[in-house]
């Protein structure tokens, strides 16, 4: 307890410091907002040099002073906001207990505009987000946005939740790390998606670590991505502005066009929604029928008010134009040019694949080979 005592004195007496990790659109790879992270740099005297925020604010939270660490946080948090990009969110972590304390009210109150901050609850007890409600209106009047961490699915939490009209849900990193290779995962990812949708709220996926999970994100259509793979959290006079297209090495293999690269949309349906009108899905031409995992069963073409069966041929997103040709000119003669539907290493429906793409991109890259001279060979040649 005295050790607890030490730490947060000297936390609180100016060692508290703030890092901010990137969030980007995962569709076009630009930022849109920083989170704020705490930290703690601490002496060998009182603790590690390197004090984790967890350990600092279980310590608070041991002597009860919680409230009083997560206001200087915001403080410390808050000092960079003129330095963000004006089209940047800055998202606060705050608990709904503390949000409730005369000194993280006053923190917040004192800033001229809540304009791009947003307020990432935790904490979310029932009866702490029925006292909070008030106070997020009034700090929504001055420009504040709301993210809550994934709901309970249980309705008295659900509804309470949604009476806060969060702007965004966060994923936590423990359901989106493996999801590549997770069928529940994505079916829980895919379903909150929907109920996020339907609310009009973005969702944002946290702790993403290994590409086939951002891919796997990508696919079932989340908007937002954070984790070490984009970025790491950084001092503010080192946050990345922008990010590179993170998968667009993965797409080639040995100069070779993946056949992730030619995926094109496509409108998914259960058995249950055949009857479903073809203007309720925009101008796409094919659909699949799928099952409630996404799993394809059958390729479908509407022609007026009729459906017509297309032979169904499975392609994987990671195999080459060429195999994926030679796979295609496979099938009887009459079934050369029928799209194919692509699938990731699950077997999920990711979209469909023109035969007639493979076949322009086939050409564009043994027209390179031709033409290319010595002196370009030595460049990386961009697709």
Same mark, same amino acid.
């Given at each position: 307890?005295?050790?607890?005592?030490?730490?947060?004195?000297?936390?609180?007496?100016?060692?508290?410091?703030?890092?901010?990790?990137?969030?980007?659109?995962?569709?076009?790879?630009?930022?849109?907002?920083?989170?704020?992270?705490?930290?703690?740099?601490?002496?060998?005297?009182?603790?590690?040099?390197?004090?984790?925020?967890?350990?600092?604010?279980?310590?608070?939270?041991?002597?009860?002073?919680?409230?009083?660490?997560?206001?200087?946080?915001?403080?410390?948090?808050?000092?960079?906001?003129?330095?963000?990009?004006?089209?940047?969110?800055?998202?606060?972590?705050?608990?709904?207990?503390?949000?409730?304390?005369?000194?993280?009210?006053?923190?917040?109150?004192?800033?001229?505009?809540?304009?791009?901050?947003?307020?990432?609850?935790?904490?979310? /007890?029932?009866?702490?987000?029925?006292?909070?409600?008030?106070?997020?209106?009034?700090?929504?009047?001055?420009?504040?946005?709301?993210?809550?961490?994934?709901?309970?699915?249980?309705?008295?939490?659900?509804?309470?939740?949604?009476?806060?009209?969060?702007?965004?849900?966060?994923?936590?990193?423990?359901?989106?790390?493996?999801?590549?290779?997770?069928?529940?995962?994505?079916?829980?990812?895919?379903?909150?998606?929907?109920?996020?949708?339907?609310?009009?709220?973005?969702?944002?996926?946290?702790?993403?670590?290994?590409?086939?999970?951002?891919?796997?994100?990508?696919?079932?259509?989340?908007?937002?991505?954070?984790?070490?793979?984009?970025?790491?959290?950084?001092?503010? #006079?080192?946050?990345?502005?922008?990010?590179?297209?993170? #998968? /667009?090495?993965?797409?080639?293999?040995?100069?070779?066009?993946?056949?992730?690269?030619?995926?094109?949309?496509?409108? /998914?349906?259960?058995?249950?929604?055949?009857?479903?009108?073809?203007?309720?899905?925009?101008?796409?031409?094919?659909?699949?029928?799928?099952?409630?995992?996404?799993?394809?069963?059958?390729?479908?073409?509407?022609?007026?008010?009729?459906?017509?069966?297309?032979?169904?041929?499975?392609?994987?997103?990671?195999?080459?134009?060429?195999?994926?040709?030679?796979?295609?000119?496979?099938?009887?003669?009459?079934?050369?040019?029928?799209?194919?539907?692509?699938?990731?290493?699950?077997?999920?429906?990711?979209?469909?694949?023109?035969?007639?793409?493979?076949?322009?991109?086939?050409?564009?890259?043994?027209?390179?080979?031709?033409?290319?001279?010595?002196?370009?060979?030595?460049?990386?040649?961009?697709?």
């Amino acid at each position: 307890m005295e050790l607890d005592r030490a730490v947060v004195a000297r936390a609180l007496e100016g060692r508290l410091t703030t890092v901010y990790q990137p969030i980007i659109d995962l569709e076009r790879s630009q930022v849109v907002g920083y989170e704020a992270f705490l930290r703690y740099r601490g002496d060998h005297a009182i603790a590690p040099p390197v004090f984790s925020p967890d350990a600092l604010l279980a310590a608070a939270q041991r002597i009860g002073r919680t409230p009083e660490m997560e206001a200087a946080a915001l403080f410390q948090a808050l000092l960079v906001r003129d330095d963000l990009p004006g089209n940047c969110g800055l998202f606060l972590n705050v608990s709904a207990t503390a949000l409730t304390d005369d000194r993280v009210i006053a923190v917040l109150c004192g800033e001229r505009s809540l304009e791009g901050v947003v307020l990432e609850l935790h904490d979310h /007890e029932v009866e702490s987000l029925t006292e909070v409600r008030d106070l997020i209106d009034t700090f929504r009047d001055r420009g504040a946005l709301v993210a809550i961490t994934e709901p309970s699915l249980l309705p008295d939490a659900l509804e309470q939740l949604m009476g806060l009209e969060p702007s965004y849900i966060k994923l936590d990193r423990r359901l989106v790390a493996g999801i590549a290779n997770s069928r529940y995962k994505l079916a829980i990812v895919d379903s909150l998606r929907h109920f996020a949708r339907n609310l009009d709220m973005g969702v944002i996926a946290q702790g993403i670590e290994h590409l086939a999970d951002l891919q796997s994100l990508e696919r079932i259509g989340i908007s937002f991505g954070q984790g070490f793979l984009i970025a790491r959290p950084a001092p503010s #006079d080192q946050l990345p502005r922008s990010v590179p297209h993170l #998968d /667009e090495v993965n797409l080639t293999v040995t100069g070779e066009t993946r056949v992730a690269r030619l995926v094109e949309p496509v409108c /998914e349906l259960t058995e249950a929604e055949l009857e479903v009108p073809i203007s309720a899905h925009g101008d796409l031409k094919y659909e699949v029928i799928v099952t409630d995992l996404r799993e394809p069963l059958a390729l479908l073409r509407r022609v007026g008010n009729r459906l017509v069966n297309i032979p169904m041929t499975l392609v994987g997103e990671r195999e080459t134009v060429t195999e994926a040709a030679k796979l295609a000119m496979r099938r009887p003669a009459d079934s050369h040019f029928d799209p194919m539907v692509c699938v990731d290493a699950l077997g999920t429906c990711v979209g469909v694949v023109r035969v007639d793409r493979l076949i322009d991109v086939l050409l564009s890259e043994a027209s390179g080979r031709r033409h290319r001279t010595p002196r370009v060979s030595r460049h990386p040649r961009h697709s």
